[in-house]
């Protein structure tokens, strides 16, 4: 038997290890300029790659049955409905990065951009978007939660004010990122994409910063508010049950 507070720092560790170990190592190499890539683009490497995934795949795990224990504690007459898809959205969360382990953003040797394109930042584009849409989602319907709420805690308020972070940061970054991939996507010089090598860019533009800013704000405001369930998950314990089935001859 364990505090549910021990799940909660389990799963936030296991998600801080495996971004920013490679994100780190990744920067250390000098491979960006200047040094704010995406996520996606440090663990496009190997061994980041393999860091990535040995941590958040277990991560992911325990963060299925974090979503559990949090669906368990919200308990609102009339509110059900926002209960469970808060849930369905907490789920997706952590289960697309499991996606994202299995469809790495990485550096191949295809032959023209529009294999890669088919092939690596389609697949890998909607873990990703799955990803930051069920973040915001998440965030927004807590708050929608703990709005009305007759017992108003700091924690119910910090639920709210995440929401407008986040918020602004995903219309910005959806658009940061449109801009992005047409101007990433477009022709250059008149040829097509089956006749160009494609090689990913490692000099950032103001587009590239504009994103990964929104794509950072967007991951710490769904840890800030999974940090706000420490004193409910501080006072429920978690234990797993083992019943013995007693076989008659």
Known sequence: MAKCSHLLFLTLGLQVLGIFIPYISVLQKNIFSPPLP???QTVGFSPECGIFAFFLVPGSFFGVILCFVIHKTCDFQGKQFVQNTSFLFGVMYFMSWV??????????DLP??????????????????????????FVVLQAILYWNCEINTDYYFYRRKMSYIITPAAFVGLISLAALGFEELSNEEGQSMTEMVYLLPTELSVKYIVTAVCEWTITLSMWCTLLTYYDEMNRMYLFIKVKRKKICL
Do not use: D, Q, R
């Not at 996606?99 to 191949?108: E, G, K, M």
């Open 38 to 40: 995406f996520i996606s």
């Open 99 to 108: 996606f994202l382990c299995a469809s790495p953003f990485t550096f191949t």
């Open 112 to 137: 023209n951009k529009y294999e890669w394109v088919l092939t690596v930042l389609c697949v890998h584009m909607t873990g990703a978007m799955l990803m930051l849409t069920s973040c915001v989602f």
